[in-house]
């Protein structure tokens, strides 16, 4: 069994120079290695840019975190490697039930990564940070860039904490998340996993939450989105794809006519590395509505979707919907609801599509960073905020995002517009956008 850690006393007792908050390079996400194996076989030459893009700007968070901490941390980041053990197991480890499903070519290629160099400045009390280079490098940011940067924040929010304070902190949050995992216990056939790692409070605290479940409802917990601490805890390493390929294939498109088809043409170099579980449609890049209009049959052979930024009670019916036009049984597929999720949405969710689809679901900030009203004093800076970091350019050409819910589209007002007219407006639903 898992020792507890004293997460207040370890928070309280950290006065070194510098507590990396970043310590391997497998502390990320899982989709992000699926992906860059394939972005390193068939696109290592593609120059992009991910942006920093707080989607609260009334969250001043330059005011909050101190640059030079926050250089400090991203300089550490740089010169992490993986070491020996992480990469026997990245080697030897069955991942959704397929051995070596990393090429030996492509191991050897991350056995001497380095995350590249950064541009940051200060500007209107926010940070300006970016990251630029071939696609294979600058990709490998988002995720330590986004932990780095909401641990700070969360850092900078408790710093002054006496230890009794602290520990009234945290005896108050790991109530909160028992409780939601007492909750979550009656439901059938529960299938979750952890997907916190972007905008978690802390490695720590995502550990803790991590091991809870694992614990609390082990027959429903499926694993954790984090490799790290996969390996570390023997736990199933979850994820498949995100929505930085089809912005990068359309942004590279030369036709409408090729923009049109770029998700359809991610799908098609996806399925020539994986299958079987990993076969999981991601459709709402450019709008869910103009992705099942124009899909191939062959998409709907696919194991499932995942709707990520419609409501997912109107999404998921939109995808069964679809299934049943195509001649499918949803029954036999599955949805992966993985948007903003809270405890009373699983459960609605859940209850909504009992029986009738299977489910799975990918719980995020709520589960790794839900520490609102849980400081002894109120502290608004403890509550999560929406923090992304996506692609904004490739090969020099403007990325666009414009998602289920406009509150997430993402890149110039001009190139969101062209998009629009290319893809459509229909059914995207605007959603006030928390986490």
Not at 8 to 30: E, G, N
Not at 336 to 355: A, C, K, Q, Y
């Amino acid at each position: 069994m898992a020792r507890i850690l004293d997460i207040a006393k370890r928070v309280h007792d950290h006065t070194w120079k510098l507590d990396p908050i970043v310590r391997s390079l497998l502390d990320t996400d899982f989709y992000k290695l699926l992906m860059l194996q394939m972005i390193w076989k068939m696109h290592r030459d593609t120059q992009v840019t991910f942006s920093l893009i707080n989607r609260k700007p009334e969250v001043r968070l330059a005011e909050e975190i101190d640059v030079a901490e926050l250089r400090a941390q991203l300089d550490h980041a740089r010169t992490i490697r993986l070491t020996k053990k992480e990469m026997i197991w990245l080697a030897g480890n069955t991942f959704y039930g397929r051995k070596q499903i990393f090429e030996a070519d492509f191991l050897a290629w991350l056995g001497e990564f380095r995350l590249p160099d950064y541009q940051l400045v200060v500007r209107d009390g926010q940070f300006e940070l970016v990251f630029s280079g071939s696609w294979a490098e600058a990709t490998m940011w988002e995720i330590p860039a986004l932990a780095i940067i909401n641990e700070l924040r969360s850092r900078a929010a408790m710093r002054g904490l006496g230890p009794f304070a602290l520990d009234v902190l945290y005896a108050r949050a790991k109530a909160k998340m028992w409780e939601k995992v007492e909750r979550l216990r009656p439901l059938p056939g529960l299938r979750i996993s952890d997907f916190g790692t972007r905008r978690r409070h802390s490695f720590l605290w995502q550990r803790w939450c991590v091991q809870a479940l694992a614990e609390g409802i082990p027959a429903a917990f499926t694993g954790t989105s984090n490799v790290l601490l996969a390996m570390d805890n023997d736990l199933e390493a979850v994820g498949t794809n995100a929505h930085e390929l089809p912005m990068v294939y359309a942004a590279l498109a030369d036709s409408d006519a090729e923009r049109r088809a770029a998700p359809y043409k991610v799908l098609a170099d996806w399925n020539k590395l994986y299958g079987g579980n990993l076969l999981i449609v991601l459709p709402d890049a450019f709008g869910t509505a103009s992705f099942l209009r124009g899909a191939p049959d062959w998409v709907a052979d696919w194991t499932g979707f995942r709707p990520d930024s419609a409501p997912p009670i109107e999404g998921g019916e939109r995808i069964v919907e679809w299934w049943k036009q195509k001649g499918r049984d949803p029954r036999e597929k599955l949805l992966i609801f993985s948007d903003g999720l809270d405890v009373d949405t699983i459960l609605r969710t859940f209850n909504h599509f009992e029986g009738r689809v299977r489910m799975a679901f990918g719980w995020g900030t709520n589960l790794t960073n839900d520490f609102h009203d849980c400081a002894p004093e109120a502290d608004d800076r403890l509550r999560a905020i929406s923090l992304v970091c996506k692609v904004t350019s490739a090969d020099g050409r403007p990325a666009v995002k414009l998602s289920d819910n406009p509150q997430k589209a993402t890149g110039d007002a001009e190139e969101i517009e062209r998009y629009l007219r290319i893809f459509g407006d229909e059914e995207r639903v605007n959603q006030e956008v928390w986490v």
